[in-house]
């Protein structure tokens, strides 16, 4: 199925302008190489134009293919709205009530369960991609997948009487940079990262 979105998203970069592309997106083209280089949790990427191939940059940790889809989906739906410092949640995006039980349960539920008992590694693991502290909950973070969209995730520590909670809001820009199914993506993508760092 990934397969399948990364095939129309390519498609989609390459009928796009480039040079649009990378400043509308907070990317920048370098014409000589033919290639927007573009800044995901807190890495630069590659990607050649008009093939829409990643290129090896360095340390930059390996995308799935679900991402890579996600990276050029943003390229080329990026309107340079900037952002707007208001928080929405999964719900609240177009259609976002149609798939928030099972966004929950992906990317919200396992926040919880792995950061719950050790809120402050939260914190670390989210400083490694980009993360700044936000005074929300036990402990908050705002975390910046791509220049401009921002995902910001609370935590709640739980107790004797209450299991631990979490959260994950979006700014309120990002329905203008990607789809609400793009999003639940990222999302779930963000929670992995941060789940994997410390497992």
């Known amino acids: 199925m990934y397969l399948d979105v990364l095939l129309e998203a390519k498609k989609e970069f390459t009928s796009r302008s480039p040079e649009q592309m990378a400043e509308l997106s907070g990317g920048r083209y370098h014409p000589d190489e033919k290639m927007i280089s573009i800044t995901y949790l807190n890495e630069i990427y590659q990607i050649s134009f008009p093939d829409g191939d990643f290129l090896e940059a360095g340390q930059s940790t390996p995308l799935t293919i679900d991402e890579k889809a996600l990276v050029l989906q943003y390229l080329s739906q990026a309107t340079g709205q900037p952002l707007s410092g208001k928080w929405v949640s999964f719900s609240e995006l177009p259609n976002g009530m149609l798939h928030d039980a099972p966004f929950k349960v992906e990317a919200v539920q396992p926040l ?3 950061f719950g008992g050790q809120p402050g590694k939260l914190l670390d693991v ?3 991609l980009g993360a700044t502290e936000l005074k929300i909950g036990d402990v908050g973070v705002v975390i910046p997948v791509f220049p401009h969209i921002t995902v910001a995730i609370f935590l ?4 004797e009487e209450f299991s631990a909670k979490a959260n994950m809001v979006f700014d309120s820009v990002a329905p203008n940079y990607l789809s609400t199914a793009a999003l639940y993506v ?3 993508n963000v929670t992995r990262r941060l789940c994997k760092a410390v497992r």
């Not at 709640?156 to 107790?159: F, R």
């Open 126 to 128: 989210a400083q490694t």
């Open 156 to 159: 709640w520590v739980g107790n």
């Open 186 to 188: 990222l999302g779930a």
């Open 112 to 114: 919880a369960e792995i």
